[in-house]
């Protein structure tokens, strides 16, 4: 008999549950928030109200991982995603001006492509593709208010106002980022064991839509997104002529990351960086949306199983209430539906509880601790780096210097010098390869060398440093009217 199977939670990694298993075993989504709205995309952005995905109107993008994904397992989605006006970026499009001319494809290059949308036509469009699967349905409106757990296994979910219970042989959190499930099993007495990191920033997403008859900007080799040290940018063209802008800001820039909340400084703000004026240009598109804002963004791993015992049988956590990370690095969906074909797996290897509990637990961390880890890292750099920003007497040390210039004269003109060095970024960054696979590479190592050795005067000549991303902080707070 097929497993009966409740997921709380029908977000990305809820969704993606239910095309992990929907073909094998009985699906039911339950979701605290209402049913998308019936009509099209424009709807789906204006109006699908989801207090339970705050982060639904903040820019997103699926990684060549995800799209990939899709591409093999699900064609007919990503077909109806592109129908509905998702667009597959592939890596040809994306290659800095130096390598186009040049560029021959190769086996490999098909798995980075970026799919660009709303997160609404995502969401709406992977909605209801799972609704048409046979074994899936999806109940909305019904927020999970508890566990049930008996005999060291989990047994049902008490749902809606009346905390009705409903059994399950196999029992899903993916009710993101602020879950409930850890809460409810520290109270029964079982321990969650949670690594938690600052991402050390704040979100800001403004949405535009381009005026009729204007097109998007020539990729002429401006950056689309950048880093000043006191603040990140990135555009991300979307589905039906929508793009967003999203600034993310160091926690500690108290007076920019109030200010940036106004609109007319948030476009003030696109004014000055040529990677977002291009876009935001009147003449080219209007602001479709006010400015949303996120914080609280904190990197959490979270583990039940202790000192390799598993502390809840038949009980799973996929996507962010599992691991959640920065949204900075674009990986969360790709991470969450990953994660819940890696419950397909260990749950098709084996029937036994106890061994599907710690197969999930190994290969959860194989598919994604590398990753975490990385960004950790790297949050931790960042932090320290806006920290300097705001300092005009900081002093840099040997090694900060050194690592700056190995990002700025190596790795980035790499990038934009070098097919084989650009492929292998690109890996990690689609999560295709494990991050920093590339520096066990000798090759690669060789050409990096090669690039840091190289005079800064021809790496300019030849377009391997990019434009100047925007104005240093003091100048921006000043044309802002802020105080520094
Ligand atoms: C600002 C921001 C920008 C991001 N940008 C990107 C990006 O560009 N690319 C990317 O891949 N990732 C991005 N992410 C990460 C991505 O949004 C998440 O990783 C992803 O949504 C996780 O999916 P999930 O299903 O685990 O959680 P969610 O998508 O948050 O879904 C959780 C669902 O659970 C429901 N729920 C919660 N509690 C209950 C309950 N008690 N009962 C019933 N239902 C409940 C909610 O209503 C919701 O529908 C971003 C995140 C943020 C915060």
Redesign the pocket.
């Given at each position: 008999m097929s497993e009966e199977v409740l997921v709380?939670?029908?977000?990305?990694?809820?969704l993606g549950v239910a095309l992990a298993l929907g073909d094998s075993r009985r699906v039911t989504l339950?979701?605290?928030?209402p049913p998308a709205p019936q009509g099209d995309t424009e709807d789906a952005f204006l109006h699908w109200e989801?207090r339970?995905?705050t982060?639904l109107r903040?820019?997103?993008?699926?990684?060549g991982r995800l799209t990939r994904l899709l591409e093999m397992r699900y064609p007919e989605l990503l077909r109806d995603l592109v129908d509905a006006g998702a667009r597959i970026f592939t890596f040809e499009d994306g290659l800095p001006p130096p390598l186009r001319a040049g560029y021959v494809k190769k086996p490999g290059d098909e798995e980075l492509s970026i799919l660009f949308s709303r997160r609404t036509t995502l969401e709406l469009v992977m909605r209801r593709y799972v609704a048409r699967m046979g074994n899936v349905r999806i109940l909305t409106d019904?927020?999970?208010r508890g566990i049930v757990v008996a005999d060291g296994a989990a047994r049902g979910l008490a749902v809606g106002d009346a905390g009705e219970t409903l059994r399950a042989d196999l029992i899903v959190d993916?009710?993101?980022?602020?879950?409930?499930f850890p809460d409810w099993l520290r109270a029964q007495g079982l321990s969650v064991r949670e690594e938690t990191s600052p991402a050390g920033i704040l979100?800001f997403t403004r949405h535009y839509r381009m005026n009729d008859g204007a097109q998007e900007p020539v990729r002429d080799g401006t950056p689309g997104a950048g880093d000043l040290g006191y603040i990140k940018y990135g555009v991300f063209p979307a589905d039906n002529r929508h793009f967003s802008v999203t600034l993310a800001v160091p926690e500690i820039e108290n007076e920019l990351r109030t200010a940036v909340m106004r609109p007319e400084i948030f476009d003030a703000i696109c004014s000055q960086i040529p990677g977002t004026a291009r876009w935001t240009d009147a003449a080219r598109a209007a602001p479709a949306s006010k400015v949303f804002a996120?914080g609280n963004?904190v990197s959490v791993w979270r583990s039940t199983v202790d000192a390799g015992v598993p502390q809840l049988l038949n009980f799973f956590a996929?996507?962010?209430?599992a691991v959640?990370?920065n949204?900075l690095y674009?990986?969360?969906?790709?991470?969450?539906v990953v994660h819940a074909h890696v419950l397909r797996q260990c749950l098709n290897a084996s029937a036994n509880p106890r061994t599907r509990a710690l197969l999930f637990e190994a290969e959860t961390r194989k598919a994604l601790r590398p990753y975490f880890d990385s960004m950790v890292r790297q949050d931790r750099q960042a932090i320290r780096r806006a920290e300097a920003e705001r300092d005009p007497h900081h002093a840099p040390s040997f090694r900060a210097r050194a690592i700056k210039s190995l990002i700025e004269d190596a790795v980035g003109p790499a990038a934009r010098g070098d097919i084989e060095s650009l492929r292998a970024f690109s890996r990690a960054f689609h999560m295709v390869d494990v991050p920093d696979l590339w520096w066990r590479d000798p090759g690669q190592v060789a050409r990096l060398l090669r690039f840091w050795s190289m005079p800064k005067s021809i790496k300019r000549a030849r377009g391997f440093y990019p434009p100047k991303f925007g104005p240093d902080r003091a100048a921006m707070l000043s044309h802002l009217k802020l105080a520094s």
């Open positions: 709380a939670g029908a977000g990305i990694a809820g339950i979701d605290r928030d989801r339970g995905a982060q903040h820019s997103h993008v699926f990684l019904t927020a999970v993916a009710s993101g980022r602020n879950t409930a979100y996120m963004l996929v996507g962010d209430a959640r990370t949204p674009g990986r969360g969906c790709s991470a969450g």
